[in-house]
C-alpha cells in the first residue's frame, strides 16, 4: 500500500513563526503536492513538484515556499505564519501520467494564534 | 480557469435512501474524472475514477459515477446507503500532463446518514 505520512497531525504556531510542514512517501512517486483544505472551498493546491529539487507554484502559493531536495520528501514552508493560514495541510504523491490518481497523507490540522 | 462545482454543500439522509451527489466543470477538452472521500478522522482517499471507455464507472462501497460529456458532469449515486457513509465527499478533475497532472477539487459535499 502506498503510504504518505506528515510530520505532524496537530500545531499550533504563533503568528510569525516560521513554520516547517513535513511529507514523506514510500512509494517512489515522482509528483508530490501540497493542499490546504478549507470548509466550503475543498481543496486548493498550494505547491506542487515534479521531481528534485523542482517546484511549481499552485493556485494559492502566496505566504508558501517548499522544499523537495530527495525523491520521497517535499516540505511546505509558511515563511511567517498568520492567523489566515490556520487550517488543515494535506499532502499527496502520485505517479507521473499512470493513471494521475493522488495518494493522500493524514493531514495537519495548523492553528496559528 | 478550470473549476469544479459541486451543487450540495450539505446531504443529510436517512439509512436505505439513494444518494446522488452532483459535480460539474467548466473545462472542454479530454479530462480525468475522480471522487475522493474522506470519512470522519481520516486521510482522503479514492472512490472511484473515469478516463475513457464506458461512462458508467463503479468504485468501491457501492458506489457509482456517470460522465456525461454533453453535460460536463460527473455524477455520484448510491441506490442505499448505510450509516458508515457519512463522510465528506470530493469531486476532483484532471486534465493529465497538460496541466501538470494537478487535480481540481469542488467544495465538497457532507453526506450524514441518520441510522
Known amino acids: 500500500d502506498v503510504k504518505v505520512t506528515q510530520s505532524s497531525r496537530y500545531l499550533v504556531k504563533r503568528t510569525g513563526e516560521k513554520v516547517f510542514l513535513e511529507c514523506v512517501q514510500d512509494?517512489?512517486?515522482?509528483?508530490m503536492f501540497w493542499y490546504r483544505q478549507d470548509p466550503g472551498l475543498g481543496l486548493r493546491l498550494i505547491y506542487f513538484?515534479?521531481?528534485?529539487?523542482?517546484?511549481e507554484k499552485g493556485d494559492i502559493p502566496e505566504g508558501y515556499s517548499v522544499s523537495r531536495e530527495k525523491k520521497e520528501r517535499f516540505s511546505l514552508i509558511l515563511e511567517s505564519a498568520s492567523t489566515n493560514q490556520t487550517s488543515m495541510y494535506l499532502c499527496?504523491?502520485?505517479?507521473?501520467?499512470?493513471?494521475?490518481?493522488?495518494?493522500f497523507g493524514p493531514g495537519t490540522r495548523l492553528t496559528v494564534t | 480557469a478550470q473549476s469544479v462545482s459541486q451543487h450540495n454543500h450539505h446531504v443529510i439522509l436517512s439509512e436505505a435512501a439513494s444518494l446522488e451527489l452532483g459535480c460539474n466543470y467548466s473545462?472542454?477538452?479530454?479530462?480525468?474524472l475522480f471522487w475522493y472521500v474522506q470519512y470522519p478522522g481520516q486521510h482522503l482517499q479514492l472512490l472511484l475514477k473515469?478516463?475513457?471507455?464506458?461512462?458508467l464507472v463503479k468504485g468501491i462501497k457501492g458506489f457509482e459515477a456517470e460522465f456525461i460529456k454533453s453535460k460536463f458532469s460527473f455524477n455520484l449515486r448510491k441506490p442505499s446507503v448505510q450509516w458508515s457513509d457519512t463522510a465528506e465527499y470530493f469531486c476532483?478533475?484532471?486534465?493529465?500532463?497538460?496541466?501538470?497532472?494537478?487535480?481540481?477539487f469542488g467544495g465538497g459535499t457532507r453526506v450524514l446518514v441518520k441510522p
Open positions: 473515469y478516463f475513457s471507455g464506458d461512462p
Open positions: 499527496a504523491s502520485g505517479r507521473q501520467g499512470g493513471s494521475y490518481e493522488q495518494y
Open positions: 473545462y472542454g477538452g479530454t479530462v480525468n
Open positions: 513538484s515534479y521531481d528534485v529539487k523542482m517546484k
Open positions: 476532483a478533475v484532471n486534465r493529465g500532463w497538460a496541466a501538470g497532472n494537478k487535480l481540481t
Open positions: 512509494m517512489d512517486h515522482e509528483n
